[in-house]
């Protein structure tokens, strides 16, 4: 009989950014209160975007992100690691460290997440047995039921109409007019007024609207010596313990740091064929024009980099509220440039909808050219708040200083 070891309440919060929903979904754990915009803010990943000449899906995830873990610890966690990949000759041993710490740090009830549970993601790992890990993230969330798709028009406003509470009631999920309605990982997410569990609503390609349920435990488990083996060959799994919280100027000061150093083009972060910053734009723009761009990763790379601008924008002003004083006005400044680079990048991911890509996304010249159009508007608008960041990072030096 198999037994398993599980932290039941450890769930993958619904973000693009999976690294940062396996983390978020830690942190709750932990009961340490932060925002997904803090958060994402906080680790430079809201100013992120790295590109390849053909913007595949894999941009998202492959560049170094040891300092993105390095600058959680501002947000009151510690993340540790071990990571190896399958061509190294020490690789099965750092598998077996990875599931011992795993299940030292599971037993001591501290969360803990991994690369490649599933699919090429982070995922949050709640559990195991004697074989593997228990997971929690994409693809882990079932489907319930089908609502009618003339409510999609209440989601998008993220309102709860009495139809709308009466159609969910039907399949036993309550929620009121109050209920607040988020568009996250291309969902509608919201939250059981009874059970506190999250739900979630996807409009399939062919318009129909899908209610699935939290991102629960998996159901089967990732045997622990098939971590890492795979076709991209990387392994990599972490846990996360409470930390000190910093003060709030040096985490936006060393955010805004990390930030400009990658977007200048020349860090130890960004792997070969890869631009970030202004730059990645670039890149993304000549694959538009020359027709070359991968349909799936367009449609990714939308989505992905459109909710890091999203998050910039209310780290900044969440920034502003938290410092407010003489920098209020360049908070200001930069949360707005952000919106309008969010806008732009949500007009492509719009055009090219993930959950709805089709194979013929790269050749369809209409919907390429209105995209291209918003790509050049973003990174225009990428540049000035490049600009606005690199002010308000000189500013609060001074502060610091004073």
């Not at 059970?195 to 390609?205: F, N, P, Q």
């Not at 024009?289 to 890091?308: H, M, P």
Request: aromatic share 12%.
């Amino acid at each position: 009989m198999t037994t398993a070891t599980v932290l039941e309440r450890l769930h993958w919060k619904p973000m693009w950014v999976s690294h940062l929903g396996s983390v978020k979904g830690c942190l709750d754990y932990l009961n340490i209160p932060v925002s997904e915009a803090w958060l994402m803010g906080a680790t430079g990943h809201a100013f992120l975007i790295n590109v390849d000449s053909r913007v595949t899906a894999v941009g998202p995830t492959a560049w170094n992100t040891e300092m993105l873990m390095n600058l959680a610890s501002n947000v009151g966690c510690v993340i540790h690691a071990v990571h190896g990949w399958k061509s190294e000759p020490d690789f099965q041993a750092k598998q077996k460290l990875a599931w011992d710490n795993t299940k030292r740090a599971i037993d001591q009830g501290l969360p803990c997440y991994g690369w490649e549970l599933g699919m090429l993601e982070y995922y949050a790992v709640c559990g195991y047995n004697e074989h593997g890990y228990y997971y929690s993230g994409i693809g882990t969330a079932d489907f319930r039921a089908e609502i009618d798709s003339r409510f999609k028009a209440d989601l998008t406003q993220g309102s709860i109409s009495g139809d709308l509470q009466a159609e969910l009631k039907q399949i036993g999920i309550a929620v009121s007019p109050q209920t607040d309605v988020r568009q996250r990982f291309g969902c509608f997410v919201f939250t059981d007024d009874k059970t506190g569990k999250l739900h979630s609503v996807l409009e399939a390609a062919d318009g129909r609207l899908l209610v699935h349920d939290d991102y629960d435990r998996s159901g089967g488990y990732k045997p622990w010596r098939e971590l890492g083996v795979s076709r991209v060959g990387f392994m990599e799994m972490c846990w996360v313990e409470p930390g000190y919280t910093s003060g709030d100027v040096e985490t936006v000061k060393e955010a805004l740091e990390f930030a400009l150093d990658i977007a200048g083009g020349k860090s130890q972060w960004i792997f070969p064929g890869f631009k970030p910053g202004p730059d990645g734009f670039d890149h993304w723009i000549l694959a538009v024009e020359s027709r070359t761009a991968d349909a799936f990763g367009l449609a990714y790379n939308a989505a992905v980099w459109g909710e890091c601008r999203y998050f910039a924008a209310r780290f900044l002003q969440e920034a502003k509220e938290r410092l407010s004083g003489p920098l209020n006005g360049l908070f200001d400044e930069g949360a707005d440039l952000y919106a309008h680079v969010h806008h732009h990048l949500q007009c492509v991911a719009e055009l090219f909808p993930f959950h709805q890509r089709q194979a013929n996304h790269g050749k369809d010249n209409e919907r390429l050219e209105k995209a291209l159009r918003h790509l050049q508007e973003a990174r225009h608008y990428e540049v000035r708040a490049l600009g606005a960041l690199r002010t308000i990072y000189r500013k609060l030096d001074e502060v610091i200083s004073v």
